[in-house]
């Protein structure tokens, strides 16, 4: 796979793109111009541009009274301060009231891996997907973000994109289309699924690659919403086989989470959820040697894969 | 409408609330009856808005930060005709729009408040995309006073003035109360004008049930690139004489009795207005 541009970066260039042609749209961000990659957008549409300062719960408030005026806010900020810090203004001022705000929370996950708990976001999907009226998107690479942004752009509803920090490869073909709310099948298989959200997505690939050299078919979804999840595709996974789950995020309340619920009330199947672990803070580091750490890579996908079957 | 018909109209209002909470068995007594003479002034004659269309694209916006004190909103809605005065006695029933805090999926409620300290962040986003749009529409909000102690307030004070937001009012409902107690105790709040001012505000004081103060002070164009508080002394129970600056009648429901004695009174306060 080709490296691309950061989700981050393809976001607010696409951003950008979509300001020049509706002057409505407008970018907020706390001191986060360069953490966000928002430059591009500031330099090329200052009127369109509102710095906030380090104030996270400002940010939304302000954002709701801009959609509630008519205007198309971008809240663009870390997610780890987003999603804590703002989140009664989240649950309140945008999704209880249904503005149409849209947030753009960078770094998410363990992106900022070596900086400790306090910039890591690992609640952040549990949070948001237990917030009715906010859809939650968690793209893998540049194609996707700027095709989940243009889709996002087209309606008047919230919604939470969570990116991380890195440049990502490229997963999909420039022509790729995708339906929020509906996950996308990116390698077909017929003895097993993973199922990966944002950059884990790239990580189930290369698995999925893997294992086929070792006779194993695993088909693969990219669940790139998580609210609303899509039930259905998790269930007719689970008519094939077992199930790996693998995401950036606490094991608890994520996709491994939210899958295994579905399964066991419809169509209980072997199941494996790889995630950050409940028992305590990641470990902090580099973020890929903290996936290595905790298996969330190629590597701990194959491992999962072979276990589940062998039991089976 | 003229002073003595605006202070007709508050009496008025005061009765729907009380009978309102009566029949509810539940509300927040105090701090409605303190900002009653407020929304009073504000939507019978500062706030261009339409029953009729209330997503009017010149109306007026205003935003009830402390969302709790809602119930002379929603008699205010019904009586100017924005829905129909019957589904007051809805007011927190199973199921009812008219829940215990503003909610905009009532015609008229522009967002939905109750846990405090969102109201001014929201109305400065208003005003600063208003302002973007060189629209001239106006954003009011109002606030108590105890809610002045959530970080989130003073983040968008610091905002609203540095974007120079003269289209944004706030009004505090300053009647020294909040639910545990005298907000100097609980948590001070003097020197209250100071603090706004060096916020970069404009301020000004005045006494919040004087109906002429306040209607000459929303007539009055406000100062060029700077945001405006307006600290509205009053009494919390404000015309219920059993209930003026008692704690506990924050949320207190007054029994037949009591509501027959409010009545009496406010009666008095009509025939003198
Ligand atoms: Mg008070």
Redesign the pocket.
């Known amino acids: 796979m080709a490296t691309g541009l950061s989700c981050r970066e393809a976001f607010c260039r696409e951003l950008a793109e979509l300001g020049r042609k509706n002057p409505e749209i407008v970018a907020l961000t706390s001191d986060a111009k360069g953490s966000t990659s928002l430059g591009v957008f500031a330099n090329a549409l200052p009127d369109q541009f509102i710095e906030v300062g380090i104030a996270e719960q400002n940010e939304i408030g302000m954002a709701a009274g801009l959609a509630a005026v008519g205007k198309r806010p971008y809240v663009c900020a870390p997610a780890s301060f987003l999603s804590a810090r703002a989140l009664e203004q989240i649950k309140v001022d945008v999704a209880y009231s249904r503005m149409n705000v849209k947030i753009l929370a960078v770094s998410g996950g363990i992106s900022y891996g070596a900086l400790g708990a306090t910039h890591h976001s690992s609640h952040d999907v549990a949070a948001l997907r237990a917030i009715p009226g906010i859809r939650v998107v968690l793209p893998c690479d540049e194609i996707q973000t700027v095709a989940l942004l243009r889709a996002l752009e087209a309606d008047d509803e919230p919604a939470y994109i969570r990116v991380g920090k890195a440049a990502m490869p490229i997963v999909y073909g420039p022509e790729a289309e995708f339906t929020v709310g509906k996950a996308s099948r990116l390698r077909p298989g017929t003895d097993l699924t993973i199922i990966a959200c944002g950059e884990m997505v790239r990580q189930a690939v290369e698995a999925s690659e893997q294992l086929a050299g070792e006779g194993i078919s695993a088909q693969v979804i990219d669940m790139h919403t998580l609210s609303p999840l899509d039930g259905e595709a998790i269930l007719a996974a689970a008519e094939i086989g077992p199930i790996i789950t693998i995401e950036e995020h606490s094991v608890n309340g994520g996709l491994g989470a939210s899958a295994a619920r579905l399964t066991a009330t419809h169509r209980p199947v072997p199941m494996r959820t790889l995630a950050l672990p409940e028992t305590g803070n990641a470990v902090a580091g580099p973020s890929g040697e903290v996936f290595r750490h905790y298996g969330l890579d190629r590597d701990g996908l194959c491992r999962a894969a072979r276990e589940l079957l062998k039991a089976r | 409408m003229d002073l003595r018909e605006l202070r007709g109209k508050a009496v008025g209002i005061r009765r729907d609330l009380l009978n309102m909470i009566y029949k509810a068995k539940a509300g927040h007594t105090g701090?409605s009856l303190?900002s009653t003479d407020i929304l009073t002034a504000l939507y019978y004659d500062a706030l261009r808005v339409d029953p009729a269309n209330p997503h009017w694209r010149d109306r007026d916006y205003f935003v009830l930060s402390k969302g709790h004190s809602v119930e002379g909103l929603f008699c205010i809605l019904a009586d100017k005709g924005f829905f129909d005065k019957a589904e007051l006695n809805t007011f927190c029933r199973f199921g009812t729009r008219l829940i215990g805090h503003p909610n905009n999926r009532i015609p008229g409620v522009e967002m939905n408040t109750g846990a405090l300290g969102h109201g001014l962040s929201i109305s400065t986003g208003m005003a600063k995309g208003l302002k973007m749009s060189r629209r001239s529409n106006r954003v009011y909000t109002l606030m108590?006073?105890?809610e002045l102690a959530e970080g989130s307030i003073w983040e968008a004070a610091m905002a609203a003035s540095h974007y120079k937001l003269d289209n944004l009012t706030a009004i505090i409902?300053r009647?020294?109360?909040?639910i545990s107690g005298d907000?100097e105790t609980v948590m001070a709040q003097e020197p209250l004008a100071d603090r706004w001012r060096a916020f970069g505000w404009q301020v000004v004081q005045l006494d919040g049930h004087d109906m002429a103060a306040l209607v000459a002070e929303f007539r009055r164009e406000p100062a060029r690139d700077k945001p405006r508080a307006i600290i509205a002394r009053t009494v919390?129970g404000k015309g219920v004489r059993e209930m003026e600056n008692l704690p506990r009648w924050h949320h207190g429901v007054p029994d037949a009795e009591l509501l027959a004695s409010a009545m009496r009174q406010l009666d008095a306060q009509e025939r003198s207005a």
């Open positions: 701090g303190s108590g006073d105890g409902d009647n020294r109360l909040q907000t919390k």
